[in-house]
């Protein structure tokens, strides 16, 4: 508990560090701090249905990166999110489109899983690539989000292509209303309690089975797990799996919530996002309940930046990436003393 909240103290720590650094290049570029850190918490705290606006990019980022820190748990770098989560949403859109006319207590559940088995095959195949062959899971995965966003701009310019649409922006048939889980504000209780539900099941995985001891294991040292005769190959294609079904599960949730139907290049930032409320959370479930908030409500607070402070909305995608730099290089800014003091992690090469 002490190493667990020590790791979290610290990802806290370099989050202010990227706010601060950000709070200094955006003041020398001639824009104000401090209307940026009040922009932000107006956005994401303190303004009328902050919660819920926040609420709204929170809960399928959370569900993404459940998923996204089971897979790096057992070592594996799946940096495709993105593209599983659309694949999760073509994959449900298309069962929407087949089941048309169809009970919704019928058509949502089986276009969710249809979402979940697209987004679990977009990641079977870089890791079948990673365990057979050893091809670098990196690589695959990261060209696997260009290849979905191009099918994604095929299947709304072409087979779920909207007829009535004006032709500027691609796009599918909207879901129709009875099928649709939530409305634009993208809160309703049934995303409520899908995300409540995925949390609570990735915890037990990851925490109270053998599975998820073993996958933890392999992480940190994958030859002591071979020599205890488990099997490497079905651990890691089981974490792509779930890391594919879940980012597959929140793809089709934006579908049939907020959005409402495809549209190409939708929420472009959504898979990277993950990942690093992942690194942050410190590959903890918990954590990353806490820190998917904390970075919905800078999305949300996107909105409130060219009004307050006369920044760009893009301004929230520098203070992500600066979050990441700090995060991801957290290893060569901590002195020696204390690196040797926090336990070390190995991941399987």
């Known amino acids: 508990m002490t190493a667990r909240l020590l790791a979290i103290l610290r990802a806290v720590s370099f989050v202010a560090l990227a706010l601060g650094l950000c709070g200094i290049v955006f003041e020398f570029a001639g824009y104000s701090a401090p209307e940026m850190f009040h922009s932000i918490a107006d956005g994401a705290f303190t303004s009328p249905n902050a919660l819920m606006k926040s609420l709204r990019w929170a809960l399928p980022l959370v569900i993404t990166a459940a998923g996204v820190l089971v897979c790096f748990r057992c070592g594996y770098f799946n940096v495709g999110a993105q593209g599983q989560f659309y694949l999760g949403a073509i994959g449900a859109a298309t069962a929407v489109e087949l089941l048309n006319g169809a009970p ?28 057979r062959y050893g091809t670098d899971e990196v690589i695959t995965t990261l060209m696997g989000n260009f290849m979905a966003g191009l099918l994604l701009v095929y299947v709304t310019s072409g087979p779920l292509k909207d007829p009535s649409g004006t032709g500027q922006v691609t796009a599918s048939r909207p879901v129709a209303s009875a099928y649709r889980i939530a409305t634009s504000v993208g809160v309703s209780p049934t995303v409520i309690v899908l995300s409540l539900l995925v949390l609570v099941l990735v915890w037990l995985l990851v925490n ?110 520098v203070i992500n990436a600066a979050i990441a730099l700090f995060i991801t290089a957290r290893s060569w800014l901590l002195p020696d003393f204390i690196k040797r003091r926090l336990p070390a992690r190995r991941t399987q090469s």
């Open 104 to 131: 919704a207590l019928v058509v949502v559940p089986v276009a969710m899983l249809a979402g979940m088995l697209a987004g679990a095959l977009w990641a079977a195949w870089p890791g079948i690539l990673r365990l």
């Open 208 to 317: 109270r089975t053998a599975y998820g001891v073993l996958s933890s294991l392999a992480g940190r040292n994958a030859v002591m797990i071979a020599w205890q005769g488990a099997r490497l190959s079905r651990l890691g294609l089981s974490a792509f799996l779930i890391s594919g079904a879940l980012a597959g599960l929140a793809g089709s949730i934006e579908l049939l919530g907020p959005n409402g139907r495809l549209v190409s290049g939708f929420l472009p930032g959504h898979g990277f996002t993950a990942i690093l409320i992942a690194l942050v959370a410190g590959l903890s479930v918990a954590g990353a309940a806490i820190v998917s908030l904390f970075f919905g409500g800078l999305a949300a607070a996107s909105l409130y930046l060219p009004v307050i402070a006369g920044l760009p909305a893009a301004a929230i995608d």
